[in-house]
């Protein structure tokens, strides 16, 4: 009988894991459908760019892309955001991260990315941090304070760098 009930559970659990993973695809799918819709109201906007520049050219006139293309350039951030988006969503889907380099996806373990070999950085799992001894948020909180007072003197530094060489120009 046990051998029968361990194969019920098993039998069950495949079922539940095809079922997630059955979701997880058309969902999948439809991000994608959604990523090529922007790409190609992406085109179409390229296309009328296209045409206001031709037209300044026939009429003579200099174009201005503050003033001229401020709403078509405007669309293409929000299309292009939300493309960024749906990719990121697929990826926790998929259970992939992108390469930092030239966006393949890989498995969450990987070091280097297959297709171009760059070292990838290490990913923070979020859900453990959670999960530890609630003593060490202490010690916690004070390094990444530490880090950031860090990274913000390396900001600094950035920019007295680019105002010394703006000077110099
Ligand atoms: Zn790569």
Known sequence: MEFFDKLTKKASETYKGAAEKTGKLAREAKLKIKINENKSKINDIYEEIGKKVYQKHTSNEDICIKKDLEDECG????????????????????????????????????????????????????????????????????SSEEY??????????????????NNQE
């Open 75 to 142: 669309k293409i951030d929000v299309l292009s955001a939300e493309i960024e988006e749906y990719h990121k969503e697929i990826l926790e889907l998929s259970n992939e991260k992108a390469c930092v380099n030239c966006g393949e996806h890989m498995g969450l373990d990987a070091k280097f990315c297959p297709k171009c070999g760059k070292e990838q950085p290490e990913i923070k799992e979020e859900p453990a941090k959670e999960v530890e001894v609630i003593n060490e948020n202490v010690s916690e909180e004070s």
């Open 148 to 165: 950031n007072e860090e990274s913000k003197e390396e900001c600094n530094t950035e920019e007295g760098n680019t105002e010394e060489s």
